[in-house]
């Protein structure tokens, strides 16, 4: 082919290019102008990303100047050209997510947080086979999870917190490949299903969980770091098993119903947990000493309790300890107030003598000695 046939051909080829037929898959267009169709117009700031979504443009087309400019992202490696990512600017978008997001099945991230999406999330996300975060945070969805979600075995990350979202959480279990978990500041209730095996991060702060913990929701997570379960009506006593899930890092109960704890020494001495926190429970009971044998622990919060007796030599170590508003008594130990760093944290409003008033432990006040006797019956303990 001579050098002008070349050049010809190349240049039809450059034309064919912004011609009417488009570059991106046909039905991924419909999709995404479904997807904006359900989105209220009065909603959409012309600055924002959705104002510049222009069908009068190829959606996946290069470069983006004036259309698409952001919101969207594409596979262009091949054609047909396929958008695999929405992640919208927090613009104020109100509206519902339409049905149809479902026919764009090689999208890997849908990220609508912080905006005013509302309405249900739609059971048709499940034939997304490639999704691998699903972010919803912070904007106003309502109705069940849909438990069509245990079919996104690729997801990694769902993250529906910030919702007005109800009823159960549906069994998870087969998401092999989700690591992380956050459904605060929701209205769930029931109990926790059995979680995958693989998950890192399981948060469910400001819900309704009115169930007790359970060892078979957490018996196959043995990848588990964090637990964050605080604000619930979680109800009964915090068994051993839980403090020995091997990879626990943190843990925060707190505000919950919890009436009893029990802590076990971690197996060979070996555990990664670092911080805990059981305030504003209801639990009765003297100090688990145990807590101390977690070699790693730096941070314990106990605060507003009932939690009674001294409190354990062993306590010495940590380096945030909060145990005010407990009825212990006696004297703490002297190697919270000695060394070159002194814990950090509280020990006020307990029945406690000879709390230090020169170190900021020991700030707040002790409760009354009448209330003190009252707890133990009358008599207050040394």
Same mark, same amino acid.
């Given at each position: 082919m001579?050098?002008?046939?070349?050049?010809?051909?190349?240049?039809?080829?450059?034309?064919s290019l +912004?011609?009417?037929?488009?570059?991106?898959?046909?039905?991924?267009i419909?999709?995404?102008?479904s997807f904006?169709?359900?989105v209220?117009?009065?909603?959409?700031?012309?600055?924002?990303?959705?104002g510049s979504?222009?069908f009068?443009?190829?959606?996946? =087309?290069?470069?983006?100047?004036?259309?698409?400019?952001c919101?969207?992202t594409? #596979?262009?490696?091949?054609?047909?050209?396929?958008?695999?990512?929405?992640?919208?600017?927090?613009?104020?978008?109100?509206?519902?997510?339409?049905q149809?997001?479902?026919?764009?099945?090689?999208?890997?991230?849908?990220?609508?947080a912080?905006?005013?999406?509302?309405?249900?999330i739609?059971?048709?996300?499940?034939?997304?086979?490639n999704?691998?975060?699903?972010?919803?945070?912070?904007n106003?969805?309502?109705?069940?999870?849909?438990?069509?979600?245990r079919?996104?075995?690729?997801?990694e990350?769902?993250?529906?917190?910030?919702?007005?979202?109800?009823?159960?959480?549906?069994?998870i #279990?087969?998401?092999? #490949?989700?690591?992380?978990?956050?459904l605060?500041?929701n209205?769930?209730?029931?109990?926790?299903?059995?979680?995958?095996?693989?998950?890192?991060?399981f948060?469910?702060?400001?819900?309704?969980?009115?169930?007790?913990?359970?060892?078979?929701?957490?018996?196959d997570s043995?990848?588990?770091?964090?637990?964050?379960? +605080?604000?619930?009506?979680?109800p009964?006593?915090?068994?051993?098993?839980?403090?020995?899930?091997?990879?626990?890092?943190?843990?925060?109960?707190?505000?919950?119903s919890?009436?009893?704890?029990e802590?076990?020494?971690?197996v060979?001495?070996?555990?990664?947990?670092?911080?805990?926190?059981?305030?504003? #429970? *209801?639990?009765k009971?003297?100090?688990? =000493?145990?807590?101390?044998?977690?070699?790693?622990? =730096?941070?314990?919060?106990l605060r507003?309790?009932?939690?009674?007796?001294?409190?354990?030599?062993e306590?010495?170590?940590?380096?945030?300890?909060?145990l005010?508003?407990?009825?212990?008594n006696?004297?703490?130990?002297?190697?919270?107030?000695? *060394?070159?760093?002194?814990a950090y944290?509280s020990?006020g409003?307990?029945?406690?003598?000879?709390?230090p008033?020169s170190?900021?432990?020991?700030?707040?006040?002790?409760?009354?000695?009448?209330?003190?006797?009252? =707890?133990?019956?009358?008599k207050?303990?040394?």
């Open positions: 001579s050098n002008s046939n070349l050049q010809l051909s190349l240049l039809f080829f450059l034309l +912004s011609s009417l037929h488009s570059l991106t898959l046909p039905s991924d419909a999709a995404l102008k904006i169709s359900a209220k117009p009065d909603t959409i700031p012309p600055t924002s990303c959705l979504w222009n009068k443009s190829d959606p996946c =087309a290069s470069p983006r100047v004036t259309h698409f400019i919101g969207l594409c #596979n262009s490696s091949s054609i047909p050209f396929r958008v695999i990512q929405i992640t919208l600017d927090p613009a104020g978008y109100s509206g519902t997510l339409s149809t997001i479902s026919n764009l099945s090689n999208l890997a991230v849908l990220d609508l912080d905006n005013n999406f509302s309405g249900q739609p059971p048709s996300l499940s034939s997304l086979s999704l691998q975060q699903l972010i919803l945070r912070s106003s969805f309502s109705g069940g999870i849909p438990p069509e979600i079919n996104l075995k690729s997801l990350t769902l993250d529906l917190s910030h919702n007005s979202l109800s009823g159960y959480l549906p069994n #279990n087969s998401l092999s #490949n989700l690591k992380t978990i956050d605060s500041y209205q769930l209730t029931g109990s926790i299903p059995k979680l995958p095996t693989n998950i890192i991060g948060t469910m702060k400001a819900n309704k969980l009115s169930e007790p913990l359970s060892k078979s929701s957490f018996a043995t990848q588990l770091e964090v637990v964050e379960l +605080s604000e619930n009506s979680i009964g006593n915090l068994q051993a098993w839980f403090f020995l899930i091997p990879s626990l890092q943190q843990v925060n109960l707190a505000n919950n919890l009436k009893g704890i802590i076990w020494k971690p060979n001495g070996i555990s990664d947990l670092v911080a805990v926190d059981l305030s504003f #429970n *209801g639990i009971t003297n100090l688990p =000493a145990n807590f101390s044998s977690y070699p790693s622990l =730096a941070s314990l919060s507003y309790n009932r939690f009674r007796g001294p409190i354990p030599w306590f010495g170590k940590l380096k945030r300890l909060f005010d508003g407990n009825f212990l006696g004297r703490p130990p002297k190697t919270l107030f000695t *060394g070159e760093s002194p944290g020990l409003d307990n029945c406690l003598m000879n709390c008033v170190s900021e432990l020991c700030l707040k006040s002790q409760k009354p000695t009448s209330i003190c006797r009252e =707890a133990y019956g009358g207050q303990k040394s």
